[in-house]
């Protein structure tokens, strides 16, 4: 059972990553994607507002721009194991609230909100406080 579940998370792995390079700034997005480079106060889908990518890759805007992050739609973040965490001591305890990643052409942007009163996960690094949730991020090379 483990070795399918490894086997069907490296295969969407591998999609999303196949689809990342597909949505580069020259490139089309999938259609279940969009693209955080929108500095209107406007963004009509699949382009969205640019947000705190700047920030967390360190750049300025305008080189954030030239190789913006794009990212998967939400439609499947019930599947990864998410929601409120219980109030009992159970195995859930620490379920993410939502998690997804988003990535450049360089740089895979792993994103994780939990509730503001449990740990933070190991190595990752935060990023705000917002919708009484705590949201942390971590950076790898794409």
């Known amino acids: 059972m483990r070795r399918a579940i490894a086997l069907v998370a490296c295969s969407a792995v591998s999609a999303v990553l196949a689809a990342a390079a597909v949505?580069?700034?020259?490139?089309?997005?999938?259609?279940?994607?969009?693209?955080h480079d929108c500095t209107a106060t406007s963004c009509v889908l699949?382009?969205?507002?640019v947000g705190?990518?700047?920030?967390?890759?360190?750049?300025?805007?305008?080189?954030?721009?030239q190789d913006p992050a794009a990212c998967p739609d939400a439609t499947d973040k019930a599947f990864?194991?998410?929601?409120?965490?219980?109030?009992?001591?159970?195995?859930?305890?620490?379920?993410?609230?939502?998690?997804?990643?988003?990535?450049?052409s360089m740089t895979i942007i792993h994103l994780k909100s939990i509730a503001p009163?449990?740990?933070?996960?190991?190595?990752?690094?935060?990023?705000?406080?917002?919708?009484?949730?705590?949201?942390?991020y971590s950076l790898t090379s794409a």
Request: hydrophobic share 35%.
């Open 80 to 104: 990864l194991g998410g929601g409120q965490p219980p109030t009992t001591d159970g195995t859930e305890q620490n379920q993410p609230l939502r998690e997804g990643v988003c990535m450049t």
């Open 23 to 35: 949505a580069g700034p020259s490139g089309s997005l999938p259609p279940t994607w969009h693209v």
């Open 46 to 49: 699949p382009h969205a507002a």
């Open 117 to 136: 009163d449990q740990p933070p996960p190991a190595g990752w690094t935060f990023l705000s406080v917002a919708g009484g949730v705590a949201t942390y």
């Open 52 to 65: 705190f990518f700047p920030t967390v890759l360190g750049e300025s805007v305008a080189t954030y721009l």
